[in-house]
């Protein structure tokens, strides 16, 4: 268990680190939508993307609760860290369920930087959150896979190496097979090989690949940027005859839905902590705001009208803060958490939208200027309620699994 004295030292360092990356730096990107290549080099060189990684194959190993830490701390300083969110918790599904040769060859040069993972090819433009409906087919040739399909949001597709891609792989067995909002399966740890109860007929059939981008771009691979209210860097991508070689197929064919399920607690948990860190960069900004700006002859922040909300904002994010900070302790000792991890993201995702939205109402009129960095987060932050998991479907999964009420789906 990380130490919280090392946990501050953590803290600090990032702090220092996003210090070198103010606001006017993201607001130029903003303007251009253009990918944060120095921010995300400057963590890459630091470790701070391989902190999950294990030592043994040169990343930090640290724990859930510090790894959390870090992307919290990014968004407080005012920066984005999804940019490169992904890597940290893609790479899981390589190091639980990957092959020792596969690990052996990739861990590595992710940890070091050589290699980039930070695209994940889950979602389509037809099943959308209904992940057993996809239709994107990998068919087995020999010593290799054919896939033809299209995803969509697949986001950094353009600034990553390697990607991590959902398919199918035989024909789907059941025509009501759950989401991919979760499952009673998600714990934590997420299970292995023959445990859990995911991974029955109604879930099997899909595969996942680590495709190996540098090899199969405009060889099979088309990647169509998509612009969006803020800068994401996410695109559309299309499979026509794209070849992957079988041995970076990972774990075992048909068992793909199970890998992702497994993955998805790490994910959750670390986008929670992002927006616990807006959320903190949000309420820093108005209550500063509120305490020297002066209208009527006195500072606003003596309205109530002005702090109340303020205050409001703080108590929702240090609540949700609680539950992401007991979802990454319960990960860390290898605890069930996928109610925790749930809860969280969606404490943690209202939190951060409704102080988003009481620091732009607090800045009055200065709120819509660009140069007050206002208006950039309030984009930024507003996908959390969405992606990568919508609150509708979070709320469907508390409803069903922890307080067994009937399914609705
Ligand atoms: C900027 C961005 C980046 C993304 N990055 C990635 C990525 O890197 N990789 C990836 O694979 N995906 C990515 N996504 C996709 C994201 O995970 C999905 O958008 C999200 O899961 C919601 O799915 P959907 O958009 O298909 O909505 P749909 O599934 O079409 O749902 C639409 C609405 O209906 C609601 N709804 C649907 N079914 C039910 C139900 N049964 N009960 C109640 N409400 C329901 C949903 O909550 C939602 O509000 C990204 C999306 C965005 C916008």
């Not at 959150?129 to 996809?134: A, G, H, M, N, V």
């Not at 035989?170 to 998600?186: E, F, I, N, V, Y």
């Not at 190996?212 to 991508?237: S, Y």
């Not at 507003?382 to 922890?402: C, D, F, K, Q, W």
Request: hydrophobic letters at 40%.
């Amino acid at each position: 268990m990380i130490e919280s004295a090392d946990l501050a030292a953590i803290r600090e360092a990032v702090r220092v680190l996003c210090g070198d990356f103010p606001g006017e730096y993201w607001r130029r990107l903003d303007r251009e939508r253009a990918y944060p290549r120095d921010f995300v080099a400057a963590l890459t060189k630091a470790g701070f993307l391989a902190a999950l990684i294990p030592e043994e194959y040169g990343g930090s190993g640290l724990a859930m609760t510090a790894a959390a830490a870090i992307m919290e701390e990014i968004q407080h300083s005012g920066c984005n860290g999804a940019a490169c969110h992904a890597q940290m918790y893609t790479m899981g599904t390589l190091l639980r369920h990957g092959s020792a040769e596969q690990k052996a060859r990739y861990l590595p040069a992710i940890a070091r930087g050589d290699l980039r993972l930070q695209a994940f090819a889950v979602t389509e433009p037809t099943s959308g959150t209904d992940t057993l409906s996809l239709r994107t087919t990998a068919r087995r040739e020999g010593d290799q896979y054919v896939v033809n399909g299209q995803k969509i949001w697949t986001s950094r597709a353009e600034h990553s190496d390697l990607m991590l891609l959902v398919a199918r792989t035989t024909p789907r067995s059941s025509p009501h097979p759950p989401p991919h909002a979760g499952d009673d399966s998600l714990t934590c740890p997420p299970p292995r090989a023959g445990e859990g109860r995911v991974g029955g007929s109604r879930t099997a059939g899909l595969s996942v690949f680590l495709v190996d981008m540098r090899e199969v771009k405009g060889n099979g691979l088309t990647i169509h940027p998509i612009r969006t209210m803020m800068n994401h860097a996410t695109t559309e991508i299309f499979f026509e005859d794209m070849r992957v070689p079988a041995e970076n197929l990972i774990g075992v064919e048909g068992e793909g839905f199970r890998y992702l399920l497994s993955g998805m607690n790490a994910e959750r948990i670390l986008i929670a902590a992002e927006c616990i860190g807006d959320a903190k960069w949000f309420i820093d900004k108005a209550a500063l705001y509120a305490r020297e700006r002066v209208v009527f002859g006195r500072r606003i922040g003596q309205n109530q009208g002005v702090q109340f909300p303020i205050a409001r904002a703080y108590i929702g994010m240090r609540a949700a803060e609680l539950m992401v900070r007991e979802a990454a302790a319960l990960y860390d000792t290898g605890k069930a958490c996928g109610a925790e991890a749930n809860m969280a993201k969606h404490l943690a995702a209202e939190a951060s939208w409704a102080a988003a939205d009481m620091c732009l109402q607090t800045h009055g009129g200065f709120g819509f200027a660009e140069e007050f960095d206002i208006e950039r987060k309030f984009r930024e932050t507003r996908l959390y309620m969405v992606a990568p998991i919508s609150t509708n479907l979070i709320l469907s999964y508390i409803g069903e699994h922890v307080l067994e009420l009937p399914r609705s789906y």
